[in-house]
């Protein structure tokens, strides 16, 4: 029998703890499917105020962690709890970091001292394991926020002994978060400049790149889908680090995210006015119904596609496009009903064009959690046309309640969309590749066209509805990595 292996989960957000986007999903849902595979797993992250304020039963269990940062040594407090699938929480206890409004910032921007904030965190990180019980065998980091660790780890902590040799996982969720800082702070991370300031450490045009330290130091990469790990090795992708991904590129792996269906089902989802499956799909219709009723759509439209988007308002989701065919769309004649929050520039300009056709589009600005999954449920297409998208998981939602994803083949998107082939009857969605206006609505165009075949129509939502992304099949391929990780690092005594 293969040991038992304990792994420590490093995340700046965790679901049900805390949440700003995918990341603190996938921290969430990973660990759990990880101990249902026999996997000894916990997590460390801040103890933010809406963690203090959460009523999540946490207990202290130390008061005086000793935490260097910059010159100074600081004192910090662990709080414990166990997440609803039994996973262990440790909790970093510093009012002054931590105890904010926010994750990271606020409407003016990042917090001034996220350097310091991050930098005491992966300290503080470090120095707990020291204390505790629980010697992981592998550390896995997310995101710029740990990327110190394994920094650290191959640098002031590299003699610690139990400490030094652990081995790290560096998961990118977005490239687009690089964790940039002016270059005279370096001393805020505990780091020397010899041997890590520099263009093969974590220099990046003459900054700190947290991020680039988790990239460089770590002993293998990942990122949530194998096209993302293509795509950021090049220039188009890549945001200035494609030359260190690229040199990395042996020990970078893609593994998808998963699903957690039991949020998701449309047979068991109770957000949705009516519950159906691939065996009975009469529900969908009603949740149509509903939906078109409530966002205040023109009832006439009920026998036309509903197209939907749920989306942060963001340059990366590609609303410009959506702006830009949104007259040739209803010149269609078909109903779209979009839910999204963000920049406020994005949004004024979707809420001044869909105000002339109040019947035909609704337009839902805010983060709505139950509206999301009535969205998922009644619409006919769900359009997301991504610059580009590391994961995404608005279209395996889509494809589990049998609504048709018309998607911009990149990253995630590509990997799980297949085009729909009419003759074969093979395919789940719809993809157009050139970032272009006229690409992204002849997609749409494609799909409106078949709906009128509803046989066809029938099939292609079928096959979406089978596709199963459960994390259990995720989290096998990251043990199967952990295991690669921990057996080659022991063999080096741990030095790259
Ligand atoms: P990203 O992490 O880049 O935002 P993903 O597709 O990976 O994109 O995840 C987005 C998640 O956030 C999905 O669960 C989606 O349903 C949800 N979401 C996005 N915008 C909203 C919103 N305005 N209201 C409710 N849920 C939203």
Wanted: proline letters at 5%; aromatic letters at 10%; a neutral charge.
């Amino acid at each position: 029998m293969k040991k038992q292996l304990k792994i420590l989960f490093l995340a700046s957000e965790v679901v049900p703890f805390a949440k700003t986007g995918g990341l603190a999903d996938v921290a969430g849902a990973l660990p759990a499917a990880l101990k249902r595979l026999g996997t000894d797993v916990r997590l460390v992250l801040p103890l933010y105020r809406v963690v203090r304020e959460g009523r999540f039963g946490l207990n202290p269990i130390f008061r005086d962690l000793k935490v260097p940062l910059a010159e100074d040594e600081i004192v910090a407090g662990v709080q414990e709890t166990r997440t609803g699938d039994g996973v262990p929480a440790y909790f970093i206890e510093r009012e002054d970091m931590f105890d904010r409004p926010n994750l990271y910032g606020n409407s003016l921007g990042d917090y001034y001292d996220n350097l310091e904030r991050f930098s005491f965190f992966s300290h503080a990180a470090l120095r707990a394991i020291e204390k505790l019980s629980f010697k992981p065998d592998l550390i896995h980091c997310h995101d710029w926020q740990t990327g110190p660790v394994p920094a650290l780890l191959k640098g002031p902590y590299g003699g610690v002994p139990g400490l030094g040799k652990i081995p790290c996982v560096f998961t990118i969720h977005n490239l687009g978060y690089q964790g940039l800082f002016p270059a005279e702070k370096l001393s805020v991370t505990g780091l020397p400049r010899e041997g890590f300031f520099s263009s093969e450490g974590l220099e990046f045009w003459g900054k700190i790149s947290l991020l680039k330290a988790g990239i460089v130091y770590s002993e293998a990469i990942t990122t949530v889908s194998p096209a993302y790990a293509t795509e950021i090795q090049t220039p188009e992708y890549g945001m200035g680090m494609e030359g260190v991904l690229g040199y990395r590129s042996k020990v970078l792996y893609g593994i998808l995210n998963g699903v957690d269906y039991r949020l998701w089902d449309p047979s068991s989802d109770s957000h949705i006015p009516a519950n159906y499956s691939r065996q009975d799909m009469s529900g969908k219709r009603l949740c149509k119904e509903r939906l078109m009723r409530e966002t205040g759509l023109d009832p006439g439209l009920r026998e036309k596609p509903l197209l939907g988007m749920i989306s942060r308002l963001d340059l990366q989701k590609g609303l410009d496009l959506l702006l830009n065919i949104l007259d040739d769309l209803l010149a269609m004649n078909v109903g779209l009903v979009v839910l999204g929050s963000g920049d406020e520039r994005i949004q004024d300009a979707i809420q001044q064009a869909a105000a002339r056709s109040p019947g035909q589009v609704r337009i839902e600005i805010g983060f709505n959690e139950s509206l999301a999954h009535r969205i998922m449920a009644g619409v006919d297409l769900l359009l997301i046309p991504s610059r580009y998208e590391p994961c995404g998981l608005t279209q395996m939602y889509a494809l589990k309640y049998g609504t048709v994803p018309v998607v911009r083949a990149t990253g995630g998107l590509k990997d799980t969309i297949v085009q729909f082939d009419l003759k074969a009857r093979t395919g789940n969605g719809f993809k157009f590749l050139p970032y272009e206006p006229e690409a992204f609505l002849e997609a749409i165009a494609k799909a409106v066209r078949l709906f009128q075949y509803q046989e066809a129509w029938k099939t292609l939502m079928l096959n979406g509805m089978e596709a199963d992304y459960s994390w259990d099949r995720s989290a096998r391929s990251y043990l199967e990595l952990y295991r690669t990780v921990i057996s080659e690092s022991s063999l080096r005594g741990n030095r790259i």
